[in-house]
């Protein structure tokens, strides 16, 4: 009974922690499901400053790719989405760049040495009502 009353005790007390984590993924469908631009967040320790991020690029069958980007915040920072091309896209968090393409299935670092978008926004992967969303652009 004593054993029983402590473990109870334990989880009360690290239940709170493990809510401070965050496993996240949100993506940008670009042709129904099969077709996306996909952020993953993984903060596995709530006491681990960095989040653990991926964006995986995927149109099925033919390409589904994971590739880890450099780590975020604990909270998100907003991640511009760019057209760059032909099943191509240029993703800006903060001062970094990555380009994304589903045409040769890859992510890659991108230096931007003018900082200017290469293309038409398409939306941005950032937090609404503390829930990471993917907000589409309004076109004109």
Partial sequence: MLMRKARLWWLVGVLPMLAACENSAVALS??????????????????????????????????????RIHPGRAVMQDMAVYEAGYQLW???????????????????D???????PPGTAVGRFHLKDGVPVFSATARE
């Fill in 110 to 116: 991108w230096e931007n040495p003018d900082g200017a």
């Fill in 30 to 67: 670009i042709e129904g499901k099969e077709h996306a631009l996909t952020l993953i967040r993984e903060q596995p320790y709530f006491w681990d400053d960095e989040v653990r991020q991926f964006v995986v690029v995927a149109r099925l069958p033919h390409c589904q790719k994971k590739v």
């Fill in 90 to 108: 240029a993703l800006q968090q903060g001062g970094r760049w990555y380009l994304a393409s589903t045409e040769q299935c890859l992510v890659q």
